[in-house]
């Protein structure tokens, strides 16, 4: 199969007329091939997008119409049959056993279990090889963290408010007027973020705040990552349930 880019309404190839292959994570062959977009393609959709909006074909479409329209256009779909779902399950089976890097329990019980770790010694233990340096919230896809900053011009006559990406993890993050600083550990922020992730968007929303897509273990310096550190916690306290058990035998 053979993918090309959307943009302006087109089908085009990368300017580059470069192309990567697309793999099956199970078999490891190759299922596609897609146009690999560069910088030049980026400018394109981007004055494409703009073009849309200004002139209200896009801005003046609902959400449903632009979904429908994407479908239209992109899509070949139909009612899955009995055999789609055969072979959909026949490719789980052979899926899940090469993702030996998993949680040791069912992911719907990672709320309740965050929510009686807040005191877990394991923080303090994460709060020690943090570099409190960013990397894993900057490439998470679910991080929105944000820092407000006023820029005024040496005449002080003018000035701009800008908003700009931030990240609980940085030193001055929880930083407030007056200087008070109600983060100030890294113990803490781990903790903060690890919660937010599991637990906190959980209960607001119903859904996980992490994807599973494991980039902020890959680019942390220290190697903490949600995987080693919810298996952690969940290892604890099942050995403190054995522990308070045998107490009373």
Not at 56 to 72: I, N
Request: aromatic residues 10%; glycine residues 8%.
């Amino acid at each position: 199969m053979h993918f090309r880019m959307s943009i302006g309404g087109e089908d085009v190839p990368a300017a580059s007329g470069q192309t990567f292959d697309v793999t099956n994570p199970a078999t490891g062959e190759v299922v596609a091939d897609v146009a690999k977009g560069g910088p030049e393609d980026v400018d394109r959709a981007a004055r494409a997008a703009q073009t849309a909006f200004t002139d209200g074909r896009w801005a003046g479409m609902s959400a449903t119409d632009r979904g429908r329209a994407l479908l239209d256009r992109h899509a070949e779909t139909r009612p899955a049959t009995e055999a789609d779902y055969k072979r959909l399950n026949g490719v789980l089976a052979e899926k899940w056993p090469r993702f030996w890097y998993r949680l040791d329990f069912d992911v719907s019980e990672l709320p309740s279990l965050l929510r009686v770790s807040y005191k877990s010694p394991l923080w303090e233990e994460l709060g020690r090889r943090c570099l409190s340096c960013g990397s894993c919230t900057n490439v998470c896809p679910t991080c929105y963290c944000f820092n407000v900053q006023d820029e005024v011009d040496f005449a002080l006559s003018l000035g701009k408010r800008t908003r700009v990406w931030d990240s609980c993890q940085l030193d001055e993050f929880a930083t407030v007027a007056g200087g008070h600083n109600f983060r100030p550990a890294r113990a803490a922020r781990q903790r903060h973020r690890f919660l937010r992730k599991g637990q906190y968007q959980a209960d607001a929303y119903g859904l996980l705040g992490c994807v599973g897509c494991g980039r902020c273990g890959q680019a942390c310096l220290a190697k903490i990552n949600p995987v080693d550190t919810f298996n952690a916690l969940y290892h604890e306290r099942v050995d403190a349930r054995h522990a308070a058990r045998n107490s009373l035998t």
